[in-house]
């Protein structure tokens, strides 16, 4: 690892002093201190987001849950009013990782970054949910742009992320057993106004909405209609973990799986 200075802002306003003066924003660090210590990534200073009180706390506000970047995904897991009124979003945290990544990640931290195979993207994107930044309010539609790359601009910093709250929602995912990642995760959202199905694991694209099975969803709303929306395989990842193929087929198993579940 390359030598760096240490900043801990209190404030929202001093961490976007630091953050536009070059500092790189550091949530749990766990995928951010993981690559510069494989010299990956270098930063001479970092600014430490963990004493930024405007970034933490959950709260709901009328049919939405409001989630400070700073909250860890065992926040998430834990937090009763979200496992009443959320219980998808909740179950999806508990899953991520493994006690230390839960313990440290933040939601921040997963959506800033948007790795292809990240869990929170599909469920931020499955819920039609606003990113909130220290400047700006961001749909989820137009924030997800491509592997590693968000709508954020240099020096932008994710303060919270608004969920609208669905009539009911599932995550399902394969997970990789080294690292719990997905292999494939599924995300499925059911609002007033129609089905929404995020699919993150599967493209090297990242996280994307699948709108064949949302059309589908939102006209009938069973497995069977799942069934029998054809997953094109064409942009799907192929790797040493699974064929694109293989990977299609997953989607409409998880989201079948996911919907039989959701009709309990
Ligand atoms: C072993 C292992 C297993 C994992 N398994 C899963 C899994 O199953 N599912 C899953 O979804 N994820 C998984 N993860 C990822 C993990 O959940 C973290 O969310 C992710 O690594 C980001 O970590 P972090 O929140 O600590 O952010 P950091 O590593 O601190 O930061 C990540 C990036 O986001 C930037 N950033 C951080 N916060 C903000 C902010 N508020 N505004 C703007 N930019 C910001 C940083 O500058 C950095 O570029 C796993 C990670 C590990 C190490």
Redesign the pocket.
Known sequence: MYAFTLERPTTLADAVRLVEAGA???????????SMKLRLTASDQLAD?GAVKE?TGIRREGNAFVVG??SR?LDVANNADIKAGYPALADLASR???RQ?RA???M???V??N?PA???PAAVLGSGATIVTDRREIAADDFFRGMFTTA?DGG???KAIRFPIPKRAVYEKL?QKA????LVGVFIAQYDNGVRVAVTGASNGGVFRHRELEQALTQSFTPDAASRVKIDATDLNSDLHATAAYRANLISVLTQRGVAKMLG
């Open positions: 790189r924003p550091l949530a749990g660090g766990q995928t951010l201190l993981a987001l970034m970047a700073m995904h991520i990782g493994d990544v440290l990640g933040t921040g931290g997963s800033a970054n790795d990240a869990c929170y954020l932008e910093l994710i997970r690292s719990n990642f997905p």
